[in-house]
T-cell receptor, first 120, second 106 residues
């Protein structure tokens, strides 16, 4: 059974970089049949897809246009985990951040969520 | 971006009722449609993927149908634990977009 365990600081100062990690068990981050997504949820924005990565002999990345230049998704095969980095944050980036596993043959799995507040 | 429009935005129902939620895509997404259930303070839980495939472990009284632009989530007999908010999501093309949610309340 696939499980996604998220971790990260709950408070980030404006202009700094937000970092959330998703530790994967029951699957490999470099599995060639799934994709790994980051999604966030806030009262003002609802559910918002941020980006994803997937491995098919090499790594591919796909980011929301609205975040390009600020977002980075890093797969770490040595630790079997995924990281989200979002730079130059503002209070508008405050949200619950989720990692998800997308498997076209088996559906979706979600991490438990990480609440991040951007405030000085 | 593909716009996902859910209806209704909220509904009131009773235990045992048949509930139907619809989701319309602004363009053809084939069957790249998922449904999620979310309870307050919890992460979303996957119910349906590929428009009609039941996620493992999800009760069979949940079902999904549709293709192209029009999709439906049906709860054939509403249970007390099913009072929650339901979302659709298209994953045909980036950015993957969500419906605004349907709150199912007693």
């Amino acid at each position: 059974q696939v499980q996604l365990q998220q971790s990260g600081p709950g408070l980030v100062k404006p202009s700094q970089t937000l970092s959330v990690t998703c530790a994967i068990s029951g699957d490999s981050v470099s599995s060639n049949s799934v994709a790994w997504n980051w999604i966030r949820q806030s009262p003002s924005r609802g559910l918002e897809w941020l980006g994803r990565t997937w491995y098919r002999s090499k790594w591919y990345y796909d980011y929301a246009v609205s975040l390009k230049g600020r977002i980075d998704i890093n797969p770490d095969t040595s630790k079997n985990q995924l990281s989200l980095l979002l730079s130059s944050v503002t209070p508008d980036d405050s949200a619950v951040y989720y990692c998800t596993r997308e498997d076209w043959g088996r559906g979706f799995e979600w991490g438990q969520g990480t609440l991040v507040t951007v405030s000085s | 971006d593909i716009q996902m429009t859910q209806s209704p935005s909220s509904l009131s129902a009773s235990v045992g009722d048949r509930v139907t939620i619809t989701c319309r895509a602004s363009q053809d997404i084939g069957n790249f449609l998922a449904w999620f259930q979310q309870k307050p303070g919890r992460a979303p839980k996957s119910l349906i993927y590929g428009a009609s495939s039941l996620q493992s472990g999800v009760p069979s009284y949940f079902s999904g149908s549709g293709s192209g632009t029009d999709f439906t989530l049906t709860i054939s007999s509403l249970q007390p634990e099913d009072f929650a908010t339901y979302y659709c999501q298209q994953y045909k093309s980036s950015p993957h977009t969500f419906g605004q949610g349907t709150n199912v309340e007693i």
